[in-house]
Nanobody, 116 residues
Framework: QVQLAESGGGLAQAGDSLRFSCVLS????????MGWARQAPGKERDFIAT????????YVMDSVKGRFTISRDKVKNTMYLEMNDLRPEDTAIYFC?????????WGQGIQVTVSA
């Protein structure tokens, strides 16, 4: 069974950088894609970016293009989200997800709060 464990996040000021990690365990051979999403207070969960098992990246959220970078270390079964030039509007709970045929598993979420 696929499981995800996120780490990183916390408090930041505008302009700061943070990096998240998401460690994949169990059923890793079935995962074809991983990604990040976030949910701001009072809003729906929005997808940020995805990365396939072949390393193909897709940035879905326009507001983070050029600031956030998704990457993956297949040897360590770990996915990362490097976030630069953080803004107060980046404040949200960040979730990683892993996609296998017919299944999407979510991490527990990490709170990020960016102050002006």
């Amino acid at each position: 069974q696929v499981q995800l464990a996120e780490s990183g996040g916390g408090l930041a000021q505008a302009g700061d950088s943070l990096r998240f990690s998401c460690v994949l365990s169990g059923g890793t051979a079935n995962v074809v894609r991983m990604g990040w999403a976030r949910q701001a207070p009072g809003k729906e969960r929005d997808f940020i970016a995805t990365i396939t098992s072949a390393g193909i990246r897709n940035y879905v959220m326009d507001s983070v293009k050029g600031r956030f970078t998704i990457s993956r270390d297949k040897v360590k079964n770990t996915m990362y989200l490097e976030m630069n030039d953080l803004r107060p509007e980046d404040t949200a709970i960040y979730f990683c997800h892993a996609d296998a045929p017919g299944e999407r598993v979510w991490g527990q979420g990490i709170q990020v709060t960016v102050s002006a």
